[in-house]
């Protein structure tokens, strides 16, 4: 089992609907990041959080808000989705920002209808 | 930014053979190479990474080697079984950017 858990294991909602992701690890990290990933590809990094502060948005829509409460904790909140928002969706994180290993949670698979 | 090519796409081996993932990375800066094994409805699970300053790290059935003039490095694995069967992700990290290649499908058949 996984150290990063994330909740709920699957998502179905509309486009109007807010819901929200969740990711909790206890290790400790100060790194914390949501990937999302599409089927047979690789994992797209969405945002860095580093030392609860946001250091990395990779030019990602504003209908994903990310929220790190404090330092075991990490919200995706979600708002308006597009039907080719439908992913996976992975949170990860690390001992710090630098030169460690990520530990990836097993993800949220969202279905945007 | 980074580029990380990985092949091939798709390996299919017997149990007990050997197999061989090979990627390319184009950043002389990237210094921290992982690799990462993902099973249908989990996320990637790390399963052995490398620092540019060693040239090859083994545990058990798996190895990494790395070259370093070269850019590139390959994931070894011996005495394959089926629970070897997943996708398997070479990545590259330059400071806190990490670059994934594209994903190799690995099936062991029995």
């Known amino acids: 089992d996984t150290e990063v858990t994330q909740t709920p294991k699957h998502l179905v909602m509309g486009m109007t609907n807010k819901k929200s992701l969740k990711c909790e690890q206890h290790?400790?990290?100060?790194?914390m990041y949501w990937y999302k990933q599409k089927a047979k590809k690789p994992p797209e990094l969405m945002f860095v959080?580093?030392?609860?502060?946001?250091?990395i948005n990779e030019s990602v829509p504003s209908r994903f808000s990310p929220e790190c409460p404090n330092s075991s904790l990490l919200n995706l909140h979600l708002h308006a989705l597009q039907p080719e928002d439908s992913a996976l969706y992975l949170c990860a994180s690390s001992q710090d920002r630098t030169v460690s290993p990520l530990h990836f949670g097993n993800g949220t698979r969202l279905t945007v209808t | 930014g980074e580029n990380v090519e990985q092949h091939p796409s798709t390996l299919s081996v017997q149990e007990g053979d050997s197999a061989v993932i090979k990627c390319t990375y184009s950043?002389?800066?990237?210094?921290?190479f992982p690799w990462y094994k993902q099973e249908l409805g989990k996320g990637p699970q790390l399963i052995i990474d490398?620092?540019?300053?060693?040239g090859e790290k083994k545990d058990q059935r798996i190895a990494v080697t790395l070259n370093k003039t070269a850019k590139h490095f390959s994931l070894h694995i011996t005495e394959t079984q089926p629970e070897d069967s997943a996708v398997y992700f070479c990545?590259?990290?330059?400071?806190?950017?990490?670059?994934f290649g594209k994903g190799t499908m690995l099936l062991v058949s029995p």
């Open positions: 950043d002389s800066a990237s210094n921290y």
């Open positions: 490398i620092r540019s300053n060693v």
């Open positions: 959080y580093s030392y609860e502060k946001l250091s």
């Open positions: 290790m400790g990290h100060r790194a």
């Open positions: 990545a590259a990290r330059e400071y806190s950017t990490l670059t």
